[in-house]
């Protein structure tokens, strides 16, 4: 029997597909992939981007860092918006939410997640944005 907790973050997946972006996009894929998400990888902006226009209709969540190698997280936030309107992105970075906001990163309304976080933080900004979104959600 699996731990109440354990079981508990488990439930918010219901099969869907994840886009995360990140320099250390594998350790991200674990952790979704342990709350049940199907996850696509990429590690530059510039390769999401492309990965995400052969797949965006398969996606229901893009998770990415800010501050990329080639296209920013911002940049690639607004080239999806073109792509798929209303996709939702939650952006993450080690600098806090004022700071990116402030040194033009990230915009003051985009959901944001601050790194270091534990799992469950990940699962519950996740779970919440893909809750919030409209129409059907991207499954496998």
Same mark, same amino acid.
Do not use: C
């Given at each position: 029997?699996? &731990?109440? /907790?354990?079981?508990?973050?488990?439930?918010?997946?219901?099969?869907?597909?994840?886009?995360?972006?990140?320099?250390?996009?594998?350790?991200?894929?674990?952790?979704?992939?342990?709350?049940?998400?199907?996850?696509? #990888?990429?590690?530059?902006?510039?390769?999401?981007?492309?990965? #995400?226009?052969?797949?965006?209709?398969?996606? @229901?969540?893009?998770?990415?860092?800010?501050?990329?190698?080639?296209?920013?997280?911002?940049? #690639?936030?607004?080239?999806?918006?073109?792509?798929? &309107?209303?996709? &939702?992105?939650?952006?993450?970075? @080690?600098? *806090?939410?004022?700071?990116? !906001?402030?040194?033009? %990163? %990230?915009? /003051?309304?985009? *959901?944001?997640?601050?790194?270091?976080?534990?799992?469950?933080? %990940?699962?519950?900004? !996740?779970?919440?944005?893909?809750?919030?979104?409209?129409?059907?959600?991207?499954?496998?």
């Amino acid at each position: 029997v699996a &731990p109440p /907790e354990k079981k508990r973050i488990t439930e918010r997946a219901r099969g869907e597909r994840l886009a995360a972006i990140a320099a250390r996009v594998h350790t991200l894929a674990r952790v979704l992939e342990g709350e049940g998400y199907s996850v696509l #990888l990429a590690e530059s902006g510039t390769e999401a981007l492309a990965l #995400l226009e052969r797949h965006a209709e398969r996606v @229901g969540l893009v998770l990415t860092d800010v501050a990329m190698a080639g296209i920013s997280g911002r940049e #690639l936030g607004r080239r999806l918006a073109e792509i798929r &309107p209303g996709l &939702p992105v939650l952006f993450m970075s @080690g600098y *806090p939410a004022d700071e990116a !906001v402030r040194n033009g %990163l %990230l915009l /003051e309304h985009q *959901p944001f997640i601050q790194k270091p976080f534990v799992p469950a933080a %990940l699962a519950e900004a !996740v779970r919440s944005l893909l809750d919030r979104a409209p129409g059907k959600r991207a499954q496998e």
